[in-house]
């Protein structure tokens, strides 16, 4: 194979965060990946980079705001007042308040925007960043075991240099949330392969395809239990050499989810280490600039063993190797066999069974051949700036509390009144031109009709641990609570949960007012939430009003 710059990001703290005692999302596993690389001594064969943290900031590009907040803040101790009982921000058990979830997610984000920076400069040919690839977490909401969307922030950063990126997800599961995130876009290609039927996140069906300028560019390859190496390939390449041939991306972003593997806890696939990497090296043989990203994989050993061979895959030495393990700090984790290998299972491939797979190559394939008379899309000539406009007027180099008070107020205000513009926009177009910026995606609601038995005033969320479904409520536009309380004609400032409401252990209740306010009330969570967190009562707001500065400077 020829000769590729590899740059491989690493922060030894990635491996050092624990979701919890008993969750199958173990961090640890980026740290045993790296012990293994190390000992095949393949580090002096790449660039390593500590990757810088992802700023709050740099987070906004993508997740609002209010979320990325929540984050900064929430600790185990406060999750429960933060997410209002569970109800916003973390919903459901599949994303625990672990301690530290910030720095995780900073290093998880940094690490992807970093590779994409190094990519698009022309320094390197292949970056790598196993920390990466949490494909699940939404605009404002975390989601299978994902908190912050670093492929979603390392796609938008490449979008400054390259006009079309090519996002291709091997996990087990749906990469709902960078589907979502370009779902209106023709700039960016998301490829899917994944289980589908009653399975975590319940969406990724072959008619969910994109809306808009984005229609057509949204491939999804919807598959059943037990899909081996064979069957696999047999899908994979013919329909991203056709994506190759119709969209021409200028990089490449392959999420290498390794849930996909056999034997894995959560995954019902029955690929080999060696069908799994072989997308890398599919990949790697077109000569374009790429991306790898972790993402799913809950046998850590396999994990390990897998993303191990496949940065020898991206560094062109996969045939050299020993599949005989090196001695390692893990070693024991790794018998009795000791060896760099995952085996296929006895699983049945219902895939071939029922004839199932033709049809969903056929599908995949006929639905690129309607973009093939169509140009690859692009975007005008124009000159990339270098650093963004914050850092060029010296933003962000020294601590946050230096920054103007000022800047602070209008980059809220900005904000503020994007996103509500934005709302108000959604609600008026038509159905092709409807905005994904909503709490909850189309295609969930097509998918899945019972999502909707609640009414407007409730969502369906699946739980990736347990794969049942549970309701929890919301707001028709996203932003309403916002506006709840305000003077007609007038819009209430966003507080970020900086309001006069408190939980009271004695009572077990909701209480509004302050502590010293000689008559603070109960009230119902439901009418607390409608109220954006305010007190109505006459001479609340003035009381909230006094503290109106400390929030803003606080933000």
Known sequence: MSKRRVAYYYDADAGAYTYGLGHPMKPHRIRVTHDLVTAYN??????????KRASPETMSSFHTDEYVHF???????????????????????????FEGVFEFCSISAGGSICAAQRIASGATDI?????????????REASGFCYINDIVLGTLELLRTYPRVLYIDIDCHHGDGVEEAFYTTDRVMTCSFHKFGEYFPGTGTQEDRGRGRGKGYAINV???????????????????????????????????GADSLSGDKLGCFNLTMHGHAHCVQFVRKQNIPFILV????????????????????????????????PWN????????????????????????????????????????????SKCAPSVGMHEVPREGIGEHLGFGKDDEESRDELDERLAQH????????DSDASSETSDDQESW??????????????RHGKGPSSRTRMSLLTGRYFDVPTHEHGYSHYDCGAPPGKTAKRRFFQSSARWDETVEQVILGKVSSPTPRSVALGELMEQGGRDRRVGAEDEMDDDWEDMVVDT
């Not at 970056?127 to 605009?139: E, Q």
């Not at 047999?234 to 972003?253: D, G, H, M, N």
């Not at 709490?439 to 019972?450: A, C, F």
């Open 42 to 51: 393949m580090l002096p064969k790449m660039h390593i980079l500590k990757p």
């Open 294 to 325: 972790g993402g799913g994989g809950y046998t850590v050993k396999n994990v390990a063993r897998t993303w191990t061979y496949e940065t020898a895959c991206a560094l062109g030495i996969e045939d050299t190797i020993d599949p005989n393990l």
């Open 222 to 256: 919807p598959l059943k239990d037990g899909i081996t190496d064979q069957a696999y390939q047999s899908v994979f390449e013919p329909i991203i050499t056709k994506v190759l041939e119709v969209f021409r991306p200028s990089a490449i972003v392959l999420q290498c």
């Open 127 to 139: 970056a790598i960043n196993w920390a990466g690839g949490l494909h699940h977490a939404k605009k």
């Open 437 to 450: 910026d909503s709490d909850e995606s189309l295609s969930n609601r097509r998918r899945n009709p019972r």
């Open 414 to 421: 900005a904000r503020y009144v994007y996103d509500l513009q």
């Open 71 to 97: 984050l900064n803040r929430v600790t185990p101790e406060t999750a429960e007042e933060l997410t209002y009982h569970g109800t916003r921000f973390l919903v459901g058990e599949d994303n625990p308040a």
């Open 329 to 372: 700090q893990y070693f024991e984790w790794f018998g009795p066999r000791y060896r760099l290998e995952v085996a296929e299972s006895n699983m049945d491939d219902l895939n071939v069974k029922d004839g199932s797979l033709e049809k969903v190559r056929i599908t995949a394939l006929e639905q690129l051949q309607e973009l093939a």
